[in-house]
Every structure is written in C-alpha cells, then in structure tokens.
C-alpha cells in the first residue's frame, strides 16, 4: 500500500517514510490560497502603424481580469509595442524587465497572467521560459489552460506543444501569404513597395491604392520619378565608367566637385550611414543597381535572424540573395536613368580583369592577412610581376595624399609563405602553397604581418586599431 514504509517484520524505517513524505511533497503542486494572488500582466502587440496600442492593451487585459476573477488581481503590468513574436522574452525590452524582477524577493508578484498565447509566445519559447519560473516559483496563468500551466500535466505539456506550433504555423503563413503578393506586385505590376529610394530617385504620388479599403482610408500608391538633383550624377557615374575610368577615379571625381553622396543628401533615409563623402563601395553599389533601367527589382536582399538556439535575435543580418531569386518586373516601372544595354555594358566592365598576358591573376592569401600596424586587412596587389599584398592604413583612391601618412606595407606571397613555413602553430603536413592556404581557412586563422614578422593568429583575437579605423 502506498505509504507503507515498514519491513517484513513491521518495524518502522525512518529514512525510508522521510524519503516518501519528500517524493509526495516535490510531485504536488504547490497552491496558494484562493483569492490572495497577485499577478504581473504580461502583453505585446507588433506594429505601431497598424495596430491601436490602447486597444490591443486592454482586450488582452481583459481577457487576463477575466482568468484571474476570484483568484487575486494583476497589480503590475508590462506591455511589449513593436516587438514580434518570434523575438525571445530575453530580446524584447518590457519581457526582459519582467524577468529581472523574477530574483527580486520583492518583486511585488506571485505569478505572470497573459491575454492569449500567441501573443506572448511563440515556437518552443514557453517551454524555455518554464524551468526559469518553477525556479523562482512563479507561476503561468493561460486562457487557454484556463488557469496555471502545470507541465506535469500530460495535457499541458501536448497543449504548449500544440500551441507553440500553431503560433508558429500563423505566422508563416502569413509570411508566405504576403511574399508571394509581394512578387506578384512587382512582377506583374512593377509596383513600389516601399524601403529607400535609390539615388538619383524620388517618391511621388501614383494614384489611389487599388485595395478599396484601403482607398476610402486614404491610403495611396507611390512610384520613383527621377531626382532632378541627382538624377545627373547617375547619368554621369555611368557615362564615366563606360567610358574606362575606375571606381577610385569616379568616387575621387564626385568628391572634387563636392557632389553630395546619399547619406547627405536623405539622411532621414540614411541615419546608419555618418560618412559625408564618397567611397568605392557606394559608387559600386549605384552601378550595380538594376533600378535604373526603369525597371522595378525587388527581393535583392534578405534579413536572417534566426539564432542557432533556434530563437530569435533581436537583430537581423542583412544578406544579399542570389540573383536568380530578384523579382524583375516585365515592364518598366518608372522613368529610366540608364538604357538596359548601357547597363549590362558597365556590369561586364566590374568583371575580374585578367593580366596583360590574357591569364587571370591569382592570390591564395587573400582575406588572410591583416597589418600589424593598424589591424586592417591587406590588399592584394601584383608586386614585381609576382602575387603580393599591400596595406595603406585607410587611404583610398578616392581621397587626395596628406601631406603626412603612413608607409604603405608591401609584402610579397612568396616571402609570406615562406615566414611562415615551420611556424609551430602551422600544421607539419603544410608543404605546399595551396595545402597551406588551405589549413589557414579551414582553421579560421589569420596571418599578422610587418615588414620583418608574420605571425598567424585566431581570426576572432584579431582586431583592428579604433584610431585607424
């Protein structure tokens, strides 16, 4: 019988009787009185321009009065604006508050009540959080366990579960639902769908929305028309590169004439962007835009922010998709700054150029190498007819010499590889070049390097001098 915790001669064991009394205690739930609860209400809503902060507030409070009548009352409340689902409890500013207070023996709670799961939880977010609340001993209120979530339960435990992935399940296909109208709309429509306007662009007013709800409430389509102060520069960029000159030389160009750069000239847009002159990289990013041609492109790039825990950060990566996934409309959607064959033109020019011979040059270090003085990662440059790197501590092409400036660093492949050969954190089977080069990706080794030394190092210690940056 359970309980029973005699021998076969009926004596009485204490330690065996202590050990049950614990068991029993540690598998029942603990309960408070009825009425004396006092709970944190825990809310979040997605957007600012389409949802109502006042009233996604209050029909969730309601629903959490609603569970909570005659169990206790909420006396603190924590409302997340903004913030996704898919977000964890530890990226959204008001849950992180909330779970600060956990540690707090007076934090003034008993347990945490929430308006509907979806809006607090996604995926297996719950079941993360759990262990962090029964640690604390606080508890889970859910309409839709219609009260404490005990996963002791079976049921419980297959209802988060369910729930979890239903969440999900919504919001992927919502996803889905609005990328595909997103394709068709650019595709069939070249419809502007929103996010900065290339230079040499500006917004201006298409018509009403084609959505009648969403014409009587007085939204309306926008399109690109060109920028009469800027539109010029583009033309020029492109004229200029089609007619052989460097990305350095154009950049250097535009800056000589104070041409103002994209961050100057929209820095509502551009509010990351702090640099008020013109580099490589935004001269290449203009001449590689297929906007231009008038058509509309979208789908270029893509925002990755899933965690390898499977949550989600609160920050996304900015990737550039491949280009077989752009979505390219059929027909011209604006007013074309360049002609499709100029276009393609200036894109075979940013081709790999080869040597004077017709054979392309190769370097087996590049990305590899970092100076030793300022930290940045070299160059590679062609030294004396051989594969060689250089790093000028910052300078570029498009900026005219200082009167004062570092030497440039020049070091040859050859006399690289040969500093490194025996090094003792370099693999002894590393005989060749290639095998060499090889081990140093493979292990995510970068090489520091001056004119005498070249010291290979783990890529995460490297790091770059904020005085030269």
Known sequence: MKGDVSDDQGVKDPLAQWLNEQSEARTKPRVRRRGNLRFAFYGRMSTVEHQDRATSRNWQLDCATDLVSGHGAIVTEYFDVGCSRRRSWRHRPQSTALLARLG???????????????????????????????????????????????????????????????????????????????????????????????????????????????????????????????????????????????????????????????????????????NDRWTLRTVSAILANPRYTGRQVWNRQRTDIDTADGTRDAHGTVRWNNTKDWVISKQQAHTALVTEQEFIATQAIRSRRSAHDGTTRSYLLTGLLRCGSCGRRMDAHWVNQRPGYRCRHGHTSTQHPANQRRKILYLREDHVIARLAGHPSIARDTHSPHTLAAFLRVNKIHVVCDQTHCTPITARFVQVDPAQS
């Open 104 to 274: 707090d023996p007076l934090r003034g709670f008993d347990a945490i009540v929430v308006g509907e799961y979806e809006r607090a939880f996604s995926g297996n977010q719950l079941l993360n959080l759990m262990p962090l609340l029964e640690q604390h001993d606080v508890q889970l209120w859910l309409p839709e366990t219609d009260g404490p979530v005990d996963c002791r339960k079976p049921t419980h435990q297959a209802l988060i579960m369910l729930l979890g992935v239903q969440s999900k399940r919504e919001v992927q296909r919502s996803r889905h639902r609005v990328i595909t109208a997103m394709r068709t709309q650019a595709r069939e429509q070249g419809r502007y769908l929103g996010g900065r306007p290339p230079y040499g662009y500006q917004l201006v007013d298409a018509g009403p929305h084609p959505n009648a709800a969403h014409a009587r409430w007085g939204r309306r389509l926008q399109r690109l028309e060109p920028d009469p102060a800027t539109a010029a520069h583009v033309r020029r960029m492109f004229a200029q590169r089609l007619a052989g000159h460097s990305l350095a030389s154009i950049a250097r160009a535009l800056n000589d004439d104070a041409v103002a750069c994209p961050s100057t000239v929209d820095p509502g847009r551009n509010h990351h962007r702090t």
